[in-house]
């Protein structure tokens, strides 16, 4: 267990794991709405308060899982609860843990029935999406990888639009039939691995190559539905139409993270002879996705799907750094994570303001609102455009570095990822244009008031970050700099071996 | 060796502090009451007016350093760093962008402060205000920047700022969507900027980024990569300079405000093309056969916008498709490996374009918004100061001697003719007097003869001393800035190709003096042949011409915009459609649907099983109680 880093004294990622969970439990009994607000509202920010605080102990210079935590826990079947946070996961625990005050302030007036279930469901979600990131056991990792379904199926078919009910179900059935293979490749790697579940030992072992084509697949099925790859994208459109506004957000931000990072945690160290096979195709796929959800969200009326088809787009690039296995490729797609789960999920908080003025998704009610809501266009403009990576933008850094990772790799292939650029432009610019001029016969919406200092707050933060990770992403690729390049190394150790190997 | 100078990185803060402070007062403050104007303004043309300062300064700095050392640098933090690529947010100061930062700095002070007039009583008058600084920031950001990803930042950055003031009055549906066309048809070209910058950072990128790196590894390139880069970055350049085939947003974007014209489109922005190939003139310099390419494609958009500059009706119009004329000039020149001519020929044209927008402006304040020159006439009386100053602007335009055009224009000329490039040459010298005949068709229709509108004419008078002023400044330049660069057949030194020499890849042509006075003649011809042919048939009064055949394809500019929508967007929505509304509903999610729809089946077969009638269960009970039994017998045997 040479890759753990025990954590020395107070328990902080159990902390951060079980702080929600316990806090729901008072709104069980205590049932009044404002205080299940305010009550959440402080949960929240101390979890993201807290997890601020791995920062300063974080060591950048170690691959090794650190603030670990190790725990028997179901002996007779060799089940551990063992926990620990590398330099691939730290990133997106933060993001987790800061998205979600800002989930629930977005929610303060927009959910105004059953707000204590509301509120459970959120803090039920936040223990199982830092467990997921967090968790080195196989077993503890599948229970809350399935775990997160649940509050999220209870977000989308309660508080969700017309059809929710259509939507929450093909969520939750789309997802978990994906991830049933997964839990077969589990139990294979564990009589593999002489009754084990601990991940970091699966890693880099040379299990037969037919062994690990199977294994890759059970990963990919799971893993290319939850990012969501093309052509297994068609649950999350309608998802997010009909989720409420916290729901898009922590889908859009955090849940399709876990897709690639999926990719990262065990397709490439457990099955890397297949990754090497496979990677081509998962390449073509990932432009695929990018040309495909460019295009259909061109033609998108509605604003969250649009929004929806372009993140099938973005999450391509991510795959497309992932697969292209040098360090340009993956730090740059492991930014674009973050960035992703940043824009698009103020993009989403954006649409959610508008709806909770007009009571509409569609484009043509909210044109020319610009002229009512100055604040509010030049926020959501500024969104677009890190959407559509601008320069200076948060996306601009990891698209740029993605593009050259994938250049590095093969020049076609990175040729054929652009046209994806214009097409950003092209859909996001369409969707400004009507929301800030619209046409001749716009909608007389004088009515509609700016964004109030509430929602302001909500977006001020998601603001900051488009523009310190534009022009400053250094603190943010060093830390996760050792764990990109142990995985690298490994991965091409591994090549070589393999190539050694095979010469006698 | 270059030297750090750390008040580089300020000069295009300035400006986008600026538009921050102006944009987030606006913004505080629109729906309350709302802070006087004159602040703004203040605020707004105070940066400018101080980058101005600094650029004179850089200047002066630049000049006291021996010749070839003359660069300053300042790298202000270090971008991004990942494995061998390293980016960093620099500023680079040499003769070229030196000369750049002047006259960028100069003209946008003066029409920022001509905006303060010409924008008077506008209801978003801050707002305005905040792009301009935006623009300049970006446009400052683009010339200094050290490398081609700094200065991409400031090219987009620029083109964002072009759409905003496009589609800024946007109660007219068609300037939204000139706005539209104008950044999609910019970021078509950026493909190629992102491509070529691409492929150049995959070839050499490791060891630097940034011009002067790039420019010492230059000789590491294959031939055909610098082809293809340069091939690629000319892509972009026609995106942002307007040259053919992407030339088409540019007489759209006219739909901003006139002061956004002369700055953005005609006198800073669209010349970013140009001098980007100056900048990566080290590249150039080594594929001639890309810089013919180059050229002609320069040549040939000058004449096609010549052409349809001839047939124009909207004032802006007219002046739009004589700055896509004159940037393909530009382009022709650069092409030609004369850069310095090329670069000085944007240089005299910011003064002399922005002069003319800005008078069209004057003319436009005082008519009030009326664009169309049939509607116009016998001006000069009204408007004496636009009126000489818009000539000014005009004879330098037409290339008359001694006026600025006329150098820098002739300069062009000379090259394509000394380095035995005729065919260039000839349409270059056929474009030259073309420019004469519209341009004076313009001064004719609009300043001399009877006025055509009698109630329009009588209201309009010469506007706000805000508003002349730069335009008798502007017309100074006009007048005087090709002095600068004057040939040695007329005593000159040359300065400005002395000044920027040691930043472009450039060899002199060695021609004879009787070379140049032919060139110098035909230009001239051309110029008299022009608009003594405009005198003819506008000099005394003319009615509206009713356009037909071949003026009338010309005036609707050979149905281009038509082409390409047909070509081009119509099939990109047709697609974006059918998948967006059939193909991912019904194919892609199709095996989906299959499978439910099979469950569904199986499962409604066994429904059929599910009566609810406790006598079909009974029977149930008793098959299932017989098998059971039957089995059980069978297995104690």
């Known amino acids: 267990m040479d890759q753990l880093l025990l954590n020395q004294g107070f328990p902080l990622l159990s902390t951060l794991i079980f702080l929600p969970l316990a806090g729901s439990l008072l709104l069980f009994v205590v049932r009044d709405p404002h205080f299940a607000r305010y009550w959440t509202l402080a949960v929240t920010s101390i979890v993201a308060l807290l997890s601020l605080t791995l920062l300063p102990k974080f060591d950048r210079d170690t691959a090794a899982f650190q603030f670990a935590e190790h725990h028997p826990w179901i002996e007779s079947l060799n089940i551990t609860y063992v926990i620990g946070v590398d330099g691939i996961s730290i990133l997106l625990i933060l993001l987790t843990t800061l998205i979600m005050p800002f989930c629930v302030l977005a929610s303060w007036t927009y959910i105004k029935d059953r707000v204590p279930a509301f509120m459970i469901c959120m803090l039920i979600m936040e223990t199982a999406m830092i467990g997921v990131f967090v968790a080195l056991d196989f077993v503890l990792f599948y229970i809350l990888w399935e775990a997160m379904l649940i509050p999220m199926y209870f977000l989308i078919g309660i508080w969700g639009g017309p059809r929710k009910i259509y939507a929450s179900i093909k969520f939750f059935l789309y997802t978990l039939a994906g991830s049933i293979l997964l839990l077969v490749a589990i139990i294979w790697l564990y009589t593999a691995n002489g009754y084990s579940f601990f991940i970091p030992d699966m890693m880099w072992k040379d299990y037969p190559f037919t062994a690990q084509i199977l294994l890759f697949i059970a990963f990919f099925l799971a893993f290319a539905i939850k990012v969501p790859m093309f052509p297994f994208h068609t649950w999350l459109p309608a998802a997010h139409v009909e989720a409420p506004t916290a729901g898009s957000v922590i889908l859009a931000s955090i849940l399709l993270k876990m897709g690639t990072y999926g990719f990262l945690r065990f397709a490439l160290p457990i099955t890397p002879e297949a990754t090497t096979t496979l990677m081509p195709y998962v390449l073509w796929l990932s432009i695929a996705g990018i040309i495909y959800g460019g295009l259909t969200a061109l033609a998108q009326q509605d604003m969250k799907k649009l929004i929806a088809y372009s993140s099938v787009g ?28 940043i824009t698009t999920g103020a993009l989403f908080l954006c649409v959610g303001m508008i709806y909770e003025r007009t009571h509409s998704r569609e484009l043509s009610s909210a044109t020319g609102i610009g002229q009512y809501m100055p604040v509010f266009v030049t926020l959501i403009g500024i969104f677009s455009l890190s959407s559509l990576a601008f320069p200076g933008t948060n996306s601009f850094v990891g698209e740029f570095m993605i593009l050259a990772g994938a250049f590095r790799h093969d020049v076609p292939l990175a040729l054929a990822a652009i046209p994806g650029a214009v097409l950003a432009a092209a859909y996001m610019l369409r969707m400004l244009q009507k929301i800030i001029w619209g046409g001749t016969n716009n909608p007389d919406q004088s009515w509609l008031t700016d964004l109030n ?52 | ?217 230059a000789h590491m390139l294959a031939p055909a990569t610098v082809t293809l880069v340069c091939l690629l970055l000319f892509v972009g350049a026609t995106g942002k300079s307007a040259q053919i085939p992407l030339y088409v947003w540019l007489p759209d974007a006219m739909a901003g405000p006139t002061p956004v014209s002369a700055l953005i489109h005609a006198a800073t922005m669209v010349t970013a093309g140009v001098y980007m190939v100056a900048r990566f003139s080290f590249l150039y310099v080594h594929v ?95 408007l004496p100061l636009t009126y000489k100053t818009m000539l000014i602007g005009s004879l330098a335009l037409a290339g008359c001697p001694p006026f600025s055009g006329f150098f820098s224009k002739d300069e062009i000329l000379y090259s394509a003719l000394a380095s035995g490039h005729t065919g260039i040459w000839v349409v270059g010298v056929l474009v030259a007097g073309m420019t004469a005949y519209y341009t004076f068709r313009m001064i004719f229709v609009v300043f001399h003869g009877s006025p055509r509108d009698a109630h329009a004419y009588e209201h309009a008078h010469e506007p706000p001393a805000v508003m002349t002023v730069p335009l008798v400044i502007l017309a100074i330049g006009a007048l005087f800035a090709g002095f600068l660069n004057l040939p040695s057949l007329f005593g ?73 929508d047909v070509l081009f967007v119509r099939p990109y929505k047709a697609i974006g459609s059918a998948i967006g509304n059939l193909i991912d509903a019904h194919v892609t999610d199709g095996p989906v649907q299959l499978i439910v729809w099979f469950y569904r089946q199986f499962g409604s077969t066994f429904k059929l099983l599910q009566v609810g009638y406790v006598r079909v269960y009974a029977i149930y009970m008793i098959i299932g109680l017989s098998v059971m039994s039957y089995l059980l017998t069978q297995s104690f045997k």
């Open chain 1, 314 to 341: 973005h999450m391509g690039f991510v795959t497309l750094g992932i697969f292209v296995l040098n360090i340009d490729g993956i730090e740059g797609a492991i930014l674009q994570m973050i960035n992703h789960g």
């Open chain 1, 453 to 504: 200092s509430r929602e302001i707050i909500t977006l001020a933060p998601f603001l900051f970050f488009v523009f310190w990770i534009g022009l400053g992403p250094q603190p943010f690729l060093a830390m996760m700099h050792s764990s990109v390049v142990n995985l690298l190394d490994q991965f091409h150790g591994y090549q070589q071996a393999i190539t050694a190997a095979g010469m006698y």
């Open chain 2, 1 to 217: 060796m270059a030297q750090n100078v750390s008040y580089l990185g300020m000069i295009p803060l300035l400006p986008l502090i600026g538009a921050a402070v102006v944009g987030i007062l606006h913004l505080a403050t629109c729906k309350k009451k709302r802070l006087p104007d004159q602040l703004y303004a203040v605020l707004a043309c105070s940066t400018p007016i101080l980058t101005f300062v600094l650029a004179v300064k850089v200047f002066f700095d630049l000049n006291g350093l021996p010749v070839d050392g003359r660069a300053l640098t300042h790298e202000v933090f270090t971008w991004f760093e990942v494995g061998e690529m390293n980016i960093s947010m620099g500023f680079l100061a040499d003769p070229l962008s030196s000369l750049m930062l002047l006259f960028v700095t100069f003209t946008a002070s003066l029409i920022h402060i001509y905006s303060i007039g010409y924008m008077a009583g506008d209801e978003s008058f801050a707002k305005f205000f905040a792009y301009l600084n935006l623009f300049l920031g970006s446009m400052l950001i683009l010339v200094l920047g050290n490398g081609p990803v700094v200065m991409f930042v400031g090219w987009e950055g620029v083109g964002l700022c072009s759409y905003l003031l496009i589609s800024y009055y946007s109660e007219d549906r068609s300037n939204v969507l000139a706005g539209n066309k104008a950044f999609i048809v910019n970021r078509i070209g950026d493909f190629g900027f992102v491509l070529g910058m691409a492929f150049l950072f995959w070839a050499i990128g490791d060891s630097g980024f940034d011009y002067i790196s790039l420019k010492t590894n």
């Open chain 2, 288 to 382: 001639p056969t890309v810089g013919l390419i180059v050229a002609w494609t320069g040549i040939l958009t000058a004449l096609v916008s010549a052409i349809y500059g001839m047939f124009q009706n909207d004032i802006k119009k007219v002046l739009a498709y004589s700055t896509v004329s004159q940037l393909g000039y530009m382009f022709a020149g650069v092409g030609l490996a004369a850069y310095s001519a090329g670069i000085f020929h944007v240089f005299t044209h910011a003064f002399f374009k922005a002069l003319l927008f800005l008078g069209a402006g004057s003319v436009i304040y005082a008519l009030h918004h009326e664009q169309n020159i049939w509607k116009m006439g016998g001006l000069k009386t009204k």
């Open chain 2, 492 to 564: 000159g030194s040359q300065q400005v190709t002395h000044w920027l020499a040691p930043s472009l890849a450039e060899h002199a042509h060695e021609a004879s003096h009787s070379i140049e006075i032919i060139a110098i003649a035909a230009s001239v011809a051309a110029f008299a042949i022009g608009i003594f042919i405009a005198y003819r048939k506008f000099g005394k009064g003319a009615e509206e011409p009713v356009y037909s055949g071949f003026s009338s394809f010309a005036y609707h500019t050979f149905r281009i915009n038509e082409l390409y």
